[in-house]
């Protein structure tokens, strides 16, 4: 497990699947841990669980789509944990399930994943991106899809949320080169997460990769600051599954 001792990190979507294994991978790698998510008991529960494994983590109620989240995510995070280091943006809406045709997908779905995937994450590192750069170093990940290149019938909403998160990313990688700031975007690939059974319930879970192992991956990334990866689109390989999304 790669070194993140004396760290800070707030991720996003933490209270199940990547997020939660995302914060089990970082406070075990010796990371400080914020978690963000709507919900508050399981959000609770795997903070809790972070506690009891001798990590530190702290649960913060929030909808990263809600206009006055992000200054409110980025000062707590501040309170509990002084400068953040890295920032991972992990929550992500599929939009209406069972997936559907852009024929029949209301405007109003299409905002609410553009608001949860692409602006929300936008908000949340315009407020966090300024004292990163002020240190000189820090590392945004913005966690993406195959369905973000790949034109998937059905997978509309989110996929154009996933392929505008991945040019955000890009953009902030070059507007923030030189400052010690690095920004990678990370497809984990297909998992065996609620998310995916909600998207593809006949999916066969035994070719879908375990979060966990997704989430050593990009704790090393984090590790190791991306180096010689800042703006690269990082796709997670793992044995078991062939595809993403």
């Not at 929030?62 to 995510?73: H, K, S």
């Not at 290149?149 to 996933?162: D, F, I, L, Q, R």
């Not at 998992?191 to 879970?205: E, G, I, N, S, V």
Request: proline fraction near 4%.
């Amino acid at each position: 497990m790669s070194s993140l001792h004396g760290k800070s990190a707030v991720v996003t979507g933490g209270s199940r699947g990547l997020g939660r294994a995302l914060g089990l991978a970082l406070a075990g790698a010796g990371a400080r841990v914020v978690l963000v998510a709507r919900h508050a008991e399981p959000l609770r529960r795997v903070a809790a669980e972070i506690g009891a494994a001798g990590g530190e983590a702290h649960a913060l109620v929030a909808d990263v789509a809600d206009r006055d989240a992000a200054a409110a995510v980025a000062g707590q995070a501040a309170a509990l944990l002084g400068p953040v280091d890295i920032l991972i943006h992990n929550a992500s809406t599929l939009g209406p399930v069972p997936l559907r045709l852009l024929l029949d997908t209301d405007c109003e779905d299409l905002e609410r994943a553009l608001a949860v995937n692409l602006v929300g994450p936008f908000r949340l590192t315009k407020a966090m991106a300024g004292p990163m750069v002020l240190r000189g170093a820090g590392t945004i990940v913005n966690v993406t899809s195959d369905a973000a290149v790949e034109p998937y019938p059905t997978w509309g909403a989110y996929g154009a949320s996933k392929a505008a998160l991945e040019q955000l990313g890009r953009i902030w990688a070059a507007e923030l080169e030189g400052t010690g700031v690095r920004v990678l975007t990370v497809d984990p690939g297909e998992m065996d997460t609620a998310m995916h059974a909600q998207a593809m319930p006949d999916a066969d879970r035994a070719q879908l990769a375990d979060p966990a192992r997704v989430a050593d991956a990009i704790v090393a990334l984090c590790a190791t600051g991306g180096a010689g990866q800042a703006g690269a689109r990082v796709a997670i390989r793992h044995d078991r599954a062939a595809g993403g999304r």
